[in-house]
């Protein structure tokens, strides 16, 4: 039973067609990228918002961990307009959480401009890293020729159809279908996300009969039903975030780990709330309040500096209600485990499903 | 290879594990309901909106195409009690388009009663009507019971786990879990529509994993890839709709079937706005336009009458713009077909991908 061979994992020269999604925030450690490599997985370290120096550290961490091949995955750099007006609306509306929790501190925003982005990706090439992963929106033609010459692999990220021929058409070489079950942040970059809210069992077989390059499928895939299914519907990989949240090497809050597996999917929602970016995660009260002003809040990555100081705080006075609790629409599960042991669980999973009746 | 022998093709005494949904509005002509069970899949009789003597006419005529097992889908009766102020400003919303359509009839609004919904109970029973679903919430106790002492199949309907636990604590056989995807309305019944948009790859391991009666995926799938898919997750069986909506033996209008085969997932939205009750369709002018007043229309079933005329009439002048045009996320295809033929379609692309690597 060969359902593990495909054209995703000869590509990437990786065992199983399970890539762990490069979610940022401290998440993916290099622990956690380096055992879902070593296992043969694709690890992913969630460079978003890393500095170049932490960035680099990690990548160099994760190669002393293991010698299979990892990704890193970046944000395509967005550089809104905010007024000073909104700025000062937004700190008005948040004045009541950082008053909760005694934050005296009020974060200076600036302009964000595009130049981390560059040096992140100057190191991704000096560095070698086999693979390069983006969301967030389409990086520049020069950026993926450069990293394509250096025979790193680029993979792209979509929500419809549409952005997927657009990574297609940029020169990806597979592309993440994010299908609207997915924790964490949309990756929408054309039209608004209430738009591109496809879900999965509808989104993968669309993109695989539109596409030339391998689909990934992603959104609400938490055991190995989740990955045989996207499979059937002709994904050639996976990718899983939440369920790697959860797994011991993970580096998300304590409470951001019981959170996940102590609920049940209907607890979640989409909102722009804590980075000005529609993301999903566990409705907690912060979301619940900020609700009737969610169109209103600073565009990302305007609003996450903003929230910054509440969601540490409210993870060290261990407040849930106030952190972003990112979470797929199927969360659940009953205990932490190594990143290991769930792809060995996910694996035996599929395996036991095609010894049944098929 | 069995694939197709679940515990709801035993229940039923049905050959696959393919029930096409009772879609109200006329789509399910008693020629397609009747092709669907003679050729191994559930046919459903979308009697929502049917008077008692229409619907036993259909329900005669399936018997006399077909002597396989069948089923009626009902609507359980919502009596919203809305002032004449509301019709008043939902008359005058309508108005433009009942100009644009020359439509001067304003529909005389009744207020709505459960009394047709027992007189459908009692002809199912009367009929020996095999199988009985329901959507749009839980029916009282003494309907099941009667239902259930004369060796009626009843099927459920749910949007989220809570909704399933719900049917099953009822008494029913088996639950319809409707992903998000899904074209048409809405099942919802607890809470908001909008948290219960679950897409189907989510929800049917979570209420596999808590419920004791068999799940019927349903949400956006449309081929074999989503039928063994959606086994795979560990349903008993999948519910499908916008694919038999094209069929040659649908009585969809061929303005509908020409909009779900030629357009792409992008382009569905779910919206009140034609029946008062949130329903996937593509986002045609008539949604564009009442979005905006989308949370002011009148309840399900009121704000359904109101448009009547509106609709009927927009699809005799040719005018797709004004028609509800019912779809899931994953619309396409390019061709009509019989519902035999896309049911062999389905199971040979089945074997198909069961006999590759698997």
């Not at 990892?70 to 750099?77: A, S, T």
């Not at 975030?241 to 607890?267: M, P, Y």
């Amino acid at each position: 039973m060969m359902w593990y061979k495909t054209k995703v994992t000869e590509k990437l020269g990786i065992t199983y067609p399970i890539i762990q999604a490069g979610m940022a925030g401290g998440v993916t450690t290099p622990e956690l990228v380096a055992v879902v490599s070593s296992h043969g997985g694709l690890g992913n370290l969630g460079a978003g918002y890393m500095q170049p120096k932490a960035m680099l550290e990690s990548i160099q961490h994760i190669k002393k961990l293991t010698d299979k091949p990892f990704g890193v995955n970046l944000f395509v750099p967005e550089t809104p307009d905010v007024s000073l007006e909104e700025i000062k609306q937004a700190n008005e509306r948040l004045a009541p959480f950082r008053e909760e929790l005694n934050v005296s501190i009020v974060p200076e925003v600036k302009r964000p401009t595009s130049s981390l982005f560059y040096e992140q990706v100057d190191i991704i090439i000096e560095e070698r890293v086999p693979v390069c992963s983006f969301t967030f929106g389409l990086p520049d033609k020069e950026t993926v020729q450069r990293l394509k010459e250096n025979e790193i692999i680029v993979i792209g990220t979509a929500t419809t159809v549409e952005e997927a021929l657009a990574n297609e058409a940029l020169g990806m070489d597979m592309v993440v279908m994010q299908g609207s079950e997915a924790g964490g942040h949309r990756g929408t970059f054309i039209g608004t996300y209430q738009e591109a809210m496809i879900g999965t069992t509808a989104l993968v077989p669309q993109a695989v009969d539109q596409l030339s390059i391998p689909v990934i499928g992603a959104g609400g895939i938490m055991d190995g039903r989740g990955v045989l299914s996207t499979l059937v519907l002709g994904a050639e990989a996976v990718q899983m975030g939440t369920a790697f949240v959860t797994c011991k090497e993970s580096g998300a809050k304590s409470q951001h780990k019981a959170a996940i597996l102590n609920r049940t999917a209907d607890d979640t929602t989409v909102s722009p709330v804590f980075s000005g970016k529609p993301a999903r995660g566990i409705r907690n009260e912060f979301m619940k309040e900020m609700e009737k002003c969610a169109s209103d809040v600073p565009a990302y990555p305007l609003q996450n500096t903003l929230t910054k100081e509440i969601r540490s705080e409210a993870a060290k006075q261990n407040r849930p209600d106030m952190m972003s609790l990112w979470s797929g629409q199927n969360p659940g599960g009953t205990e932490q485990l190594s990143a290991n042991e769930l792809i060995t669980h996910i694996t035996e999973q599929v395996n036991h499903i095609l010894k049944g009746k098929w």
